[in-house]
C-alpha cells in the first residue's frame, strides 16, 4: 500500500493562491491587455521588488488592482495603494470603485470607504480588504503600524511620474512606510512584504531607479519579457494590441514611449560593459555624496573620465552640501565650480555608464560646472582585491544566469 506524505501548510497555501489567481486570470482579464504577470512570482521569498513597466493603455493597473483586491477577498492578501500626495487618494478610491463596477465578480454595492488622519480603509462587504495611504504621512504611520502590518502587497501606483512630481526623499518615505508594515511573524503565503512598481516610461528621474539599481536593466532588457535582478523582478511590456487602436497621426512621434514602452535613450558617450569592468579594475574610483540617497560616481582611467549616478555606498570622499560634511567627508566649495566645465561637457570630454546617468549629469546645472577632476588629487585608489572580488562575482552570476537561460 503506498504511503502519502501529507502536505505542508506551505504547500497547501500555494496551492491556493494559485489556484485563485488562475481563476481570476481566465475569468476577468481580457487576453490582449496585461496579465499582471508578477503575481505569477509574488510567493518567490527570495524576490521583494516587482516592477512593472509597460506602454500605456496596457491594463497594468486596472489588472493588478482587480487580481489583488480579489485576492484580498478570497485569501485575506491584502494590499496596500499608495501615491505621492494626499490628494491623489481620492482618485485610487474612485479607480478601485471603477475595477469594481467593471468586473462581474464584485459587487459595487459591498464596497464601501473609511477615512482617517493617516490613511483610508477599503471594505467589501463585512470586511476590510485594503488600504491607500500617501508618502507625505510617511512619518505618522509608524503609529499604524499595527494596522499596516495586515497589507503586506505594497502597491505603488505610477510610480514614474513628470520630473517635477516626484518628492524630495521618495525613496526614504518607502522605505519607512516599509518598516511599518514589516512588522509580522509567521504570515501565510509571504514571510516579508512585498513591493509592487506599477508605470509607464516616462523619464529616468525616479528616485526608486538608482536605489534599487536598475539603469542597465532598464536600458538592456529585451521588451516582452520578465527576468531577475538579485531580489528584483522587472517586466517590460509593450502592448501591440492596444497600440493598433491609437490615434498615432495627431501627435506623430514613433519613438514615443505611450507606444514603445521602452525609455528613449541612446548609447553615445557610453562604456560596454565589458570596458567598464574594466576600467573600475584599473582606474581612481571618487565618490561624491548627493542629496535623494544618490551620489556621483567618478572613476578615471588614465586621460578618461567615466561617470555614474549610483546609490550612496557610505564611501563618499566628497559632498555637494555643507551640512554633509563630516570628518571623512569633505564640502566642495565654490572653488570646485567652474563654467569652463560646461564647455567640456558640449565638447563630450566625459563618459557615462549608461544613459539614465548621462541624461542626470547633463541635466543639472550643478553636476556640469562641478570640476570632479580636482578631486583626484586628494582620492583613494580602490583596493584592487575589492574589485576583482566584484567584478569576479559579477562574472559567475552573469555566467550562470546564461546557462540557466540555455536549459529553459
Not at 479607480?95 to 463596477?101: L, M
Not at 491609437?246 to 506623430?252: L, P, Y
Not at 514615443?256 to 535613450?265: A, L, V
Not at 578615471?300 to 563618499?316: A, F, G, V
Request: hydrophobic share 35%; proline share 2%; with cysteine.
Amino acid at each position: 500500500m503506498a504511503l502519502f506524505k501529507k502536505k505542508s501548510q506551505e504547500e497547501i497555501d500555494r496551492e491556493l493562491y494559485f489556484q485563485k489567481l488562475s481563476y481570476y486570470r481566465e475569468n476577468y482579464i481580457p487576453k490582449e491587455y496585461n496579465q499582471a504577470e508578477l503575481l505569477n512570482h509574488l510567493l518567490n521569498q527570495e524576490l521583494d521588488h516587482y516592477i512593472d513597466i509597460s506602454s500605456r493603455g496596457d491594463g497594468k493597473s486596472f489588472n493588478y488592482f482587480g487580481a489583488l483586491l480579489y485576492l484580498s477577498i478570497e485569501i485575506d492578501l491584502k494590499p496596500i495603494f499608495m501615491v505621492r500626495h494626499y490628494e491623489l487618494q481620492a482618485k485610487i478610491r474612485d479607480f478601485i470603485r471603477k475595477v469594481t463596477q467593471t468586473i462581474e465578480y464584485f459587487d459595487s454595492e459591498k464596497l464601501y470607504f473609511v477615512s482617517s488622519i493617516d490613511y483610508i480603509t477599503v471594505g467589501y462587504n463585512d470586511k476590510e480588504i485594503a488600504l491607500i495611504l500617501d508618502f507625505n504621512n510617511a512619518s505618522d504611520l509608524k503609529f499604524s503600524s499595527n494596522i499596516l502590518s495586515y497589507y503586506p502587497i505594497m502597491v505603488y501606483e505610477e510610480f514614474l511620474a513628470l520630473k517635477d512630481d516626484y518628492l524630495p526623499n521618495e525613496f526614504e518615505k518607502l522605505k519607512l512606510i516599509y518598516t511599518s508594515v514589516d512588522r509580522q511573524k509567521d504570515r501565510r503565503f509571504i514571510n516579508h512584504p512585498k513591493l509592487l512598481y506599477l508605470g509607464n516610461p516616462v523619464n529616468f528621474d525616479s528616485p526608486i531607479l538608482p536605489a534599487l539599481n536598475m539603469y542597465n536593466a532598464l536600458q538592456s532588457q529585451e521588451m516582452n519579457t520578465i527576468k531577475i535582478y538579485g531580489n528584483k523582478i522587472l517586466s517590460i511590456r509593450r502592448n501591440d494590441n492596444i497600440n493598433d487602436r491609437k490615434n498615432t497621426r495627431a501627435f506623430e512621434d514613433d519613438e514615443d514611449s505611450n507606444f514603445t514602452g521602452q525609455f528613449n535613450y541612446s548609447n553615445y558617450l557610453l562604456v560596454d560593459e565589458n570596458s567598464y569592468n574594466q576600467r573600475l579594475y584599473r582606474g581612481q574610483s571618487m565618490y561624491i555624496y548627493m542629496e535623494k540617497n544618490l551620489m556621483l560616481h567618478v572613476i578615471k582611467d588614465e586621460d578618461d573620465y567615466i561617470l555614474s549616478i549610483e546609490k550612496r555606498n557610505n564611501k563618499e570622499q566628497f559632498c555637494l552640501s555643507l551640512s554633509d560634511e563630516t570628518a571623512d567627508r569633505k564640502y566642495l566649495d565654490s572653488k570646485f565650480y567652474k563654467d569652463s566645465q560646461i564647455r567640456k561637457h558640449e565638447r563630450n570630454a566625459f563618459l557615462f555608464k549608461d544613459s539614465f546617468s548621462r541624461n542626470y549629469i547633463q541635466d543639472s546645472p550643478i553636476l556640469t560646472r562641478l570640476k570632479f577632476q580636482k578631486c583626484f588629487t586628494k582620492a583613494v585608489k580602490k583596493d584592487p582585491q575589492e574589485i576583482v572580488q566584484s567584478v569576479e562575482k559579477y562574472d559567475l552570476l552573469k555566467s550562470l544566469y546564461e546557462k540557466f537561460e540555455l536549459l529553459k
